[in-house]
């Protein structure tokens, strides 16, 4: 069960206070020592993952741990300064994320919990707790990556949304990290086709990065869930991207990764993925899009390249089988391809010809918007193509 605490703040700032007020400090389906050891470990100065596990190696639990002795600690393979910062651990602090847990749709969940989920549990040092606001269920669900540069090209979003609807409309739920460009992009995909999606944040969660994705945010907590292994009031250091990312590729069966330069922190999601035996899938680019070098650099080390989302499917799929949904039938051609209204209508605009996006939008009279979302998920699913010149043509396949 994943843990809420209850509103019940401690307001003393010693270690002393801390360890004789622990049993009053009340929470839902677990003591609170229990709680509030957990809290004590993920706030401890210089005890990370690797850390914590040798602890629950050597203890079995956080608050055996917590009540070690430091001798017992230093031969679990603790240093002294590691040993000391458990001795004293940060009251205020672990009273600001008990005031934080208090609130509706907010939960904590901790390695030994069977709410945490699988497929992190199974990645090097995993984090020892997450922090959940939304739906902790939603972890133990198939999750997608997607993943990509900040400054991504018109083309880059519109892939990232693209596919990102389509993976979520087939039961994936969408992961990614709340950054500005592809990020952004897949997660607002996912939302757009009524799907789950889970941002997996650099910081604690009372705060929002970057900040003008705080409506995302809210977005994504009222259908999906925010995570981080960060307490309360911790920012955007730069050493928390990578840590970060590690949980993206880590919640994941595979990694998607759409626009990415040379340096890329996406980049280190797909290396993390690898490291984790995860798949790792990328959109080729243009040659002349320093925004597809990254992707092209993967495909030539093992990638699979994706071109649709049924490439996604040939390897994530046999491995899932009922837990996914299969491709929506929404109507269908004289042909019996699949199609939705305005895929058949541009379908019967471009008949045999080759035509430019002003000749399309003539002939469907669609917005340019929606004409280009309509054209991108025809691509991936190959039933159009690009021809020089940026004209359209259509080709044979289905959804």
Excluded at 16 to 36: E, H, M, T
Excluded at 156 to 166: K, M, R, S, W
Excluded at 229 to 250: D, K
Aim: glycine letters at 10%; proline letters at 6%; charged letters at 15%.
């Amino acid at each position: 069960m994943c843990w809420t605490a209850s509103r019940s703040r401690r307001t003393a700032s010693s270690p002393d206070a801390f360890r004789s007020g622990i049993a009053s400090a009340g929470c839902q389906g677990v003591s609170a020592p229990d709680l509030n050891a957990w809290l004590a470990l993920c706030r401890a100065p210089g005890v990370g993952s690797a850390a914590v596990h040798r602890l629950l190696e050597t203890f079995g639990s956080a608050g055996a741990a917590l009540a070690a002795s430091q001798a017992a600690l230093r031969h679990a393979g603790l240093s002294s300064e590691q040993a000391d910062a458990l001795k004293k651990p940060d009251a205020d602090g672990i009273a600001a994320d008990r005031d934080w847990l208090a609130q509706p749709q907010r939960h904590l969940l901790n390695l030994l919990d069977p709410a945490y989920p699988a497929t992190l549990r199974n990645i090097a040092q995993a984090p020892p707790v997450l922090f959940c606001q939304g739906d902790p269920e939603l972890l133990a669900m198939p999750q997608l990556a997607i993943v990509g540069s900040r400054t991504a090209t018109p083309q880059g979003l519109e892939n990232a949304q693209a596919f990102a609807a389509e993976l979520a409309r087939r039961g994936f739920v969408i992961t990614s990290g709340l950054a500005l460009g592809i990020d952004g992009a897949a997660h607002r995909g996912a939302l757009q086709a009524d799907g789950y999606t889970i941002a997996v944040c650099a910081t604690g969660l009372d705060r929002v990065y970057p900040a003008r994705h705080k409506t995302l945010a809210h977005e994504i907590c009222a259908r999906g869930a925010l995570i981080s292994e960060f307490p309360v009031g911790v920012a955007a250091l730069a050493e928390n991207f990578p840590r970060r990312n590690r949980i993206i590729s880590g919640l994941a069966l595979g990694t998607l990764v759409v626009e990415a330069a040379h340096g890329s922190g996406s980049l280190i999601t797909a290396r993390y993925a690898l490291e984790q035996s995860r798949e790792v899938f990328a959109i080729p680019g243009s040659i002349h899009n320093p925004q597809a070098r990254g992707c092209h650099a993967l495909i030539r080390q093992g990638a699979k390249l994706v071109e649709t989302v049924n490439d996604i499917f040939e390897e994530l799929g046999p491995l899932l089988g009922p837990l996914l949904k299969p491709a929506p039938v929404p109507a269908a051609s004289p042909a019996g391809i699949a199609l939705d209204a305005d895929a058949a209508a541009v379908l019967q605009a471009l008949g045999d010809e080759l035509l430019d996006l002003d000749s399309l939008l003539q002939r469907t009279g669609h917005e340019l918007a929606a004409l280009q979302v309509t054209l991108t998920q025809l691509e991936m699913a190959g039933q159009v193509a690009v021809a020089p010149g940026g004209r359209y043509q259509r080709l044979g396949g289905a959804f």
